[in-house]
């Protein structure tokens, strides 16, 4: 399992999230080793087989930053074997 986004901070939020979940429940531990978190600049030319691509992008006047650039939004969309997961803010995507 990998999780792209598109900004550093993000990579960061995850990480930390996640690192603490993994003390507070003992059985989450052997599955937070198997996840891969990076930037989408970061993971070009890999894939894995799940990938979950957090957007972050939320908004009310729908700037997609980032997300724009599609270079970086086919190497995010383009790295899942088998499953593909996108996480973020219809209204805001889907403009």
């Known amino acids: 399992i ?4 598109p900004y550093s901070k993000q990579v960061q939020l995850l990480r930390s999230t996640l690192q603490q979940e993994a003390f507070s429940t003992n059985n989450i531990m052997k ?4 996840i891969r978190i990076g930037t989408i600049d970061s993971f070009q030319g890999q894939e894995c087989d799940i990938v979950l ?3 972050v992008r939320s ?5 997609l930053g980032f997300v724009r650039d599609p270079r970086r939004l086919c ?8 499953g593909l997961v996108v996480v973020g803010d219809s209204s805001c995507l889907n403009s």
């Not at 599955?31 to 198997?34: E, F, M, P, Q």
């Not at 908004?59 to 700037?63: S, Y």
């Not at 190497?75 to 088998?82: E, F, G, S």
């Open 2 to 5: 990998c999780i792209l986004t």
């Open 31 to 34: 599955l937070i080793n198997n």
């Open 53 to 55: 691509f957090s957007s």
């Open 59 to 63: 908004n009310t006047i729908n700037e």
């Open 75 to 82: 190497v995010a969309l383009t790295r899942a074997r088998k």
